[in-house]
């Protein structure tokens, strides 16, 4: 008996199925598709189970006569390209005539359609097979009901979430849309629950911020800046909006191409890149991008699910990036300073003693040379530890001795390398222990390092340094912060989060998505000190908080944490949890600006910033060490 | 304004003043303290429209007038002046001028008829309470009060008068005081929330008897010659009855100064901001003990009459503390239920008719 056979059309439908259909949120994706390609201007969505057990989607487009009702089930049946050539300029948001195929595949199917009021016809399809087709009355439009979806592939039934998961990336897909289409009304509803309502509005810059609005509430639509008519042309337009600094707080990102919903990594990237770029930050604000070119010069057709697109013109996206760019300077609301954060992080080894003043100095010297002369037997009695040095001509004791000796700006090896001293010797043994290599962060030339000098205090606020290519200033209470960021944070992670039991829950009112998103997380939660328990209305009774926080912080965490975006499982919800703790802690703890301080106390300040993780930004984002670079500083005394 | 009256009673009356005028305030005129002649008085009034504060002092009146006049500076120059004796006058428009002993001072003021009309709810019915039963009152539940300013804590205490007696009731969302007094023969259906900045000038006031009066938004406490006005709080204050738990059954009776001794001392070792102390209840001793990985350990224990079955919860020392602090009687009853109930403490034979704290435990 053979043993490769040719694969029956249903079985195909099946399998071809599973790059289609995911879960509920890829069926309501395909038939809002659907409904907008047929120029609906109202499409109600109404989920079941978080549309597990029921999806039904109606419009009132143009519909589809009684042969077409039963042709769109064929595989590869599509009205919305004829020849490969179309595929080329595709307007449409679908076009591969796979989705409806896909779906009835492993549902329950009911059409109900029609061209023109009351002359309808509905068909019924279960896993594939056509059960029933029959002429009805129904209003011009089209209403699919997808019914236990999955009900003949337990495999991939197993993949699908909790409902409240299911539901909340249907309510995204819904949002998506909604967004990209300002002139059709959008009702979602779960379990006879409105979730959302949109009423239409126009479609151009003030039709799409009312949206946004109606969409994410008033207070985020007032805090975005459009980016500039500028970047209109006859075969391209890149228009939407960017948030300004107090829309960080949530990641909404969302990028249109050519009013499809796209994950395009080259668009996010590039505009990651301009908010580092232009903010100095890695608190991305809002994005609504919407890029608009000729369909022949983008390919939809990369990913079933179009949600990665390719652009033809490779400076598409730069040109991109220089709208991004402009806006988020507009969106900062600042003039750029000639003043820059150093940029990347090279890391050169070199001794942070003796670089801050004279006191210092001599007691830089002083410690450096004593290991030397202990631990090298072969100085024997020599009262001059620095001849001892020499005399011992290789190994690192010479390098060492070599930069004590010489001008700043070499190299010294790091304590560490000292061999290791209690060896026998005249010379007392040193009270003093070797520290750990330091490592300083250079903005200089590679491999050329050179000492910082602290220049004092501005203002009780700032401190001067003189760097090997510039002028620093530091911002003193941005560095402290940061220094007891990365200091809370470690022992935070180290224990056990207490958590404060509140004498009546505490309400949270958020939006529908919002809730979902907290109760996915509830379990997570609980270890980080946050107890809630969801109640009806998209409101979250919140019983009990970490100790550390107030009950107006802990609100404020769990609010930023509702409209975050990102996919977090236990682990790192609560590595971010407590990064955030630890982040509100260290600002309340850290060194007020208008404080002055000693010279000793800048010292150790600024050799502990440059040791940190991150010296460069504070954990709100903001930078902690600007320098002024001497061929700036010589340009503008007019020496260039 | 010619008047003359006593330096000492003057300053005695314009102290007080001090803790209502805002000292930080966009409005000049409310961190001035308004000055009135009439008759044989002179009437001193300030608010920061949340919370007001009258009274007067015997003056010899020969020429009637008003100034507001900066509250502060008022009050260094009475309290640095000798003479008991003072002069004020209005010589000029808008400069009052201060004649104490042999110093003269010409202070410029603003125009009283800048200074807020201040409600006036003379006409509501009085209603006396002994003022030292109401200051204790207030003392006993103060703490519990939130200082946060936000839409989820009420920044008051709820005043509830009742059949059975005089109710003031304060929580901060982690704990709640309570405490009740049998003063009687007053009927009131609803609570009143008052204000946190009115009940801590309340505490500075001394006498025999307040008179207490309240309006649809305002309540007035005079005590002697001093009236204090207030806005009533808007907001809900919780259930207070349903959420004192009454099923708590494991009890223990200890030393109420030996048991603030011993959290005092092993709360040192907590840090900051997450102040827990673990609270271990066993047969005969009760232990307490902290664990910082910064800082290190402590322990103590306290003997006790318990004999039931073991118990451990977390606790915040300074909510403890508070309660301690304020109580009077030689010892104090904890009822415990389990880690994740709240702690309800009493003082054992105290004065009052009911007194009551609060504590939710914290989750270790």
Redesign the interface.
Known sequence: MPQIRILEDRLISQIAAGEVVERPASVVKELVENSIDAGAHDVSIELESGGKRRVVVSDDGRGMDADDALLAFDRHATSKIVEFDDLEQVATLGFRGEALASIAAVSRVELRTATSPGDGTLVRIEGGRVKRAEPIAHPQGTRLEIASLFFNVPARRKFVKRPQTELRRALEVVQGYALAHPEVRFTLRHEGRALLETIPTRDDGVGIRERIAQVFGAPLSRNLVEIPLDFITEEEAITGFVGNQQTTRGRRLFVFVNRRLVRDRAVLASFYRAVREEWKSDDYPALFLFLDVEPREVDVNVHPQKAEVRFRDPTFVDRVGTALRATLAAARGEEPAPLRVPRGMPQVQAAWEGLGGRQVDEAGRQEAWRPIASGSPSSGTTSSPTLSAIGTPTGPQRDSSLAVESAPGEVREPAAAYPPFGSSGRIAQPTWKPEEPRMVPLSGRSGEARPFRILGQYKGTMILLEGPDGLYLIDQHVAHERLLYERVRRSLHAERSTSQTLLTPMLLELGQSEALRLEELAAALEPCGFVLSPMSGGAIALTAIPTVLSIDEAEAILQKLATSSEELDGQGLRQKLLDTLAASLACQAAVKMHHPMTLDKMERLVSELFKAEQPYACPHGRPVVLVMGDVELERRFGRR | MDISLSRLEFLNEIVPMQGVVERRTTIPVLSHILLRATDDRLHIAATDLEVSLTSWCASKVKEEGAIAIQAKKLLEIVRASSGDELSLRIEQEGVLTILVGKSLFRIRGLPADEFPTLPNIEGEKPVRIPFQTFRGMVTKVFYAISS?E?R??LSGALLEFRKEGLVLVA?D????ALVESSVKGIDEADGLLVPRKALQELQRFEGEEMNFRHSDHHLSFTVGRRQLICRILEGTF?DYER?ISKDNDRQVVVDRQQLAAVINRVGLLT?D????IRMELEAGTLVFSAAN??LGEAREEIGCDYAGESLSL?I?PDYFGHFLSVTDTEKVRLELKDE?S?CVAYPVDGLEQRYVC?I?????
């Open positions: 946060e936000s989820f804590q929580t969302g982690h704990r709640l919780p959420v840090g901001r997450a102040r827990a990985p910064d977390g915040n994740n709240q609060v939710m435990p914290i989750r270790l």
